[in-house]
């Protein structure tokens, strides 16, 4: 499958599960200036079994839930996965007009890529 390739509105990303080693402080001002603060639209990047968010790279993934939230006309897809050797939680929201396209193209990979591994 190619890679699908989207702005998000909303990019949040923290450590879990809890009982994972800490992100030192330097990993944490990271994430707060590129992503979980910057009020500027996020690349994201999903390619075969791999998420990028700007320019962070997410593997290991699992725990890919993919909505259409009741009243909301966006997108959002939650996963768990890690970068580098860390463990994190992310939630991605876009609200673009083409939020259905990009919700069934994620759909779509996750069927074809994780299978019944969701």
């Not at 890679?3 to 030192?24: G, Q, S």
């Not at 999903?46 to 700007?54: A, F, P």
């Not at 962070?56 to 939650?78: D, R, Y």
């Amino acid at each position: 499958m190619a890679e699908i390739k989207y702005l998000a509105d909303k990019v949040f990303v923290h450590r879990w599960p809890h009982d994972t080693p800490l992100w030192d402080s330097f990993t944490k001002e990271t994430l707060d200036d590129t992503i979980n603060k910057n009020p500027e639209k996020k690349h994201i990047i999903v390619k075969e079994k791999k998420i990028t968010i700007q320019n962070i790279e997410f593997t290991s993934l699992k725990k890919i839930g993919i909505s259409i939230p009741f009243f909301k006309n966006e997108c959002t897809m939650i996963f768990e996965g890690y970068f580098g050797n860390l463990s994190g939680h992310a939630h991605i929201t876009t609200k673009s007009g083409n939020y259905l396209d990009v919700f069934n193209r994620l759909i779509l990979w996750r069927q074809q890529t994780f299978q019944s591994n969701i």
